[in-house]
Each structure stands twice: as structure tokens, then as C-alpha cells.
């Protein structure tokens, strides 16, 4: 199993929904970027293409250790900006139910805001 951690906290689905498109857009592109880079620093080894991405599931398992807990559709939505850009950096195949096995877990630690993510292929 793969362990990163990022400093960002992912927004509930009701900020994403508030949010204009370009500022999503640079959100993912910002978490594709620190996705890379906690990667990088294990030496975990992306693909250069989106073609030499694994054809396998991936059970992936997201931590967002937070100010305050949300309600359970509000973290699972809000992680979809977390799952494109796992996808754009080619960690993830596909974020469909026959690519991603998905967890999401909230803890509160007000004073260190991070996302742990664990993944792993699953075939």
C-alpha cells in the first residue's frame, strides 16, 4: 500500500457546488501538483502518460483530518476534486465504481489540516 499525505483539506460538496468552474479547475490542477510532488518524494513512479497508467482497480482510502466533521454525503462528495486530479496524475485509471474501490474517513485535528491518501491496486 501507497501512503501520501498533502496539506490540503478537501471542500464538503456544498462549497464545491459554490465554487465557479475555473476555480475548481485550478483547485484540481493545484492537487494535481501536490499529488505529484508527494509522489516524487517517496519515488513512487508516475507514468508520463495516461496510457502507461495500469488497467487495474485501485482501493484507495482518504483521510481528511479537519476543523470539524461533516456529514457523510458532504466528505464523499467533496473528495471528487482529490479522485480527477489522482486521475489526471495517473494514479488512478478511471474514478468509476469498476476502477476505485473508495473509503473516506474525517478526523478533527484543527491544528495540522492534511488529506492522507493510501492506495493500492486491487487485481
Known amino acids: 500500500m501507497t501512503s501520501i499525505t498533502i496539506p490540503d483539506v478537501p471542500l464538503s460538496t456544498n462549497q464545491l457546488e459554490r465554487i465557479h468552474w475555473a476555480a475548481k479547475k485550478k483547485m484540481r490542477s493545484r492537487l494535481a501538483w501536490d499529488l505529484r510532488f508527494a509522489l516524487l518524494a517517496i519515488e513512487y513512479p508516475v507514468p508520463r502518460d495516461l496510457?502507461?497508467?495500469?488497467?487495474s482497480?485501485?482501493?484507495?482510502k482518504i483521510r481528511a483530518y479537519r476543523k470539524r466533521r461533516l456529514d457523510p454525503d458532504n466528505a464523499y462528495g467533496g473528495v471528487k476534486v482529490i479522485l480527477d486530479a489522482?486521475?489526471?496524475v495517473g494514479i488512478l485509471?478511471?474514478?468509476s465504481p469498476k476502477w476505485l474501490d473508495?473509503?473516506?474517513?474525517?478526523?478533527?485535528?484543527?491544528k495540522n489540516l492534511r488529506t492522507e491518501i493510501d492506495?493500492?491496486?486491487i487485481r
Open 86 to 88: 489522482m486521475r489526471d
Open 93 to 95: 485509471r478511471n474514478d
Open 57 to 60: 482497480k485501485m482501493r484507495v
Open 51 to 55: 496510457a502507461e497508467v495500469r488497467p
Open 119 to 121: 492506495f493500492e491496486p
Open 102 to 110: 473508495l473509503e473516506v474517513e474525517q478526523f478533527i485535528d484543527g
